[in-house]
């Protein structure tokens, strides 16, 4: 309750705030209805016409609620209009990014460790490429994939995804196999223990909490580079789609109601990979 | 075929070269840490064109690196003015009020931790969430210049800094609080002499994840509606004319100009937080 209650007054300030600014910001076409007409309207008269618009500004809080609802639940999985659909599309390209990330992130790091030529002329570029806009490349590799024959978004979404996944794995990994100390790496020579035996008994359990901390901002990255996938060329389906033509065709309760999807999407996904760290954390034996 | 033989000839030299480099003492040196990458990227460079030639891959799929810097030099007008709109108009104003509204946010709220409780884990969620998907709301609402740009912009690096910035406004230690305290320091001379100090390693943390999305942010609301320049606007309408040369001159640039403003970032966090032990080699 300690913790619940801070959170749930921010929460209503930003309603109230919200509620505030879809009046205000509703009203100019109100009163430009009325000049119109040649009527006056008061205030009284203007809030109530602020709520329920169909193009609005800003739609409130309610309204969002109920198209988000409609496009969940109101609509058969199967169909075009169910967010529920465009979510998935949106779910599917984020896991494969995400694991495309984390394979390349995890051998990267890997050969990082491991040879030393490899962290001095790789980790540099590696920096280097997450100061790209990874948007500038998105629309490109999009067309080139379509060039090449490949058939589909998954693949090009997926590349876009991993570009922005694989980074903070690639840190916490070089981070995590790093952090045996000398005295265990001693020990282990000692035994007379090869280079793959010291990596898969000592340097690979070590890394795993570092490498499950970074799976959180790993698959967020990995969703917002699926959405800007979706983004930019044409795309039918999935959530950044939907932003697009909801964009493309002045219904702004679509891209609302889309944002907000992909946020309560993002919301699952961060406590789906909090889920699987606690119990990975917990057979390892980590306290927690 | 001699074309593709030869840059894998050159790659395999470059590198026994950086091999080489990498196991002497001289790597740990300053040149020596500049110059093994840039001997890599060098080889990026050589396969690339001499794949791209020897297989004759046509420069739809992929321009060699030649062919990009020509257009780059070409074309050197327009990629300027994509520049101004795109970094000066639209991500630095952005990037300055989004950090600016951040940290006095943060400075505001340092008082009540009840406020601090409520907005922290709400910061923390709302800056893992996919903001590029309100570009399209803030372009309807801005307009199509750059004013719609910033405004994206100001959303997208409000909620790392400000989440950065609280953190680092609690880094400072019990200790050296206690101290300031029996010095009898107010709470603004605690705050101007010991805590914002403190917390800039943590803000400059939160600049730098900034700094790219910053980038990100501009050229995405450029997809959804801009005047016919910006680096955004450049690439969706050439990636459409299939012109991948000037798509890739974009990119170029726009490495350049993220790059640029990380290192100008990294330069004054050198500057600033002299005495935080990462800075020192």
Known sequence: MNRALPILTVLAGIIVVWYAASVWMNSTWVFDQAERAGTTVTWAEVIPQTMAQDRPLLPPPHQVASVLWDGIAGQAITSKRSLVYHAFVTFKGTLMGFALGIVVGVGLAMAIVRFRVMDMSVMPWAIISQTIPIVALAPMILVVANQLGVQGRDVPKAIIAAYLSFFPVLVSMIKGLRSPDQMQLDLLRTYGASEAAMFVKLRLPASMPYFFASLKVAIAASLIGTIVGELPTGAIEGLGARMLIGSQFGEPLIMWAALFAAAILAGLLIVAVGVVERFARARMGVPS | ?281
């Open chain 2, 1 to 281: 075929m001699s074309w593709v033989a030869g840059s894998v000839v050159f790659w395999l030299l470059a590198w026994a070269l950086n091999a080489r480099l990498a196991s002497t003492g001289w790597s740990r040196s300053r040149v020596g840490r500049l110059v093994v990458p840039a001997v890599f990227g060098l080889t990026i460079l050589v396969l690339w064109e001499g794949v791209v030639r020897g297989l004759g891959v046509s420069p739809v799929i992929l321009p060699p690196p030649s062919m990009i810097a020509g257009k780059i030099a070409g074309s050197l007008d327009v990629l300027w003015a994509d520049v101004v709109q795109t970094v000066f108009k639209g991500a630095l104003p952005g990037f300055l009020i989004g950090c600016g509204a951040a940290v006095a946010t943060a400075i505001a709220i340092d008082r009540s931790p009840f406020l601090q409780r409520g907005l922290l884990p709400i910061g923390n969620f709302v800056a893992a969430l996919p903001i590029v998907g309100l570009a399209p709301i803030l372009v309807m609402w801005f307009g199509f210049d750059w004013q719609s740009k910033a405004a994206v912009v100001v959303v997208m690096v409000f909620f790392p800094v400000l989440v950065n910035m609280v953190a680092g406004l609690q880094a400072s230690e019990r200790m050296q609080a206690d101290l300031m305290a029996t010095w009898g320091a107010s709470y603004w001379q605690t705050l101007l002499k010991l805590r914002l100090p403190a917390a800039m390693p943590f803000l400059f943390n939160g600049l730098k994840i900034a700094s790219t999305l910053a980038l990100i942010g501009a050229i995405v609301a450029e997809f959804f509606g801009s005047p016919i320049y910006g680096m955004g606007f450049r690439i969706s309408t050439e990636v459409g004319r299939l012109g991948l040369d000037m798509v890739w001159a974009t990119i170029a640039v726009a490495a350049l100009a993220g790059s640029a403003l990380y290192g100008l970032i990294t330069l004054i966090e050198r500057w600033v937080t002299f005495w935080h032990p990462s800075q020192r080699i």
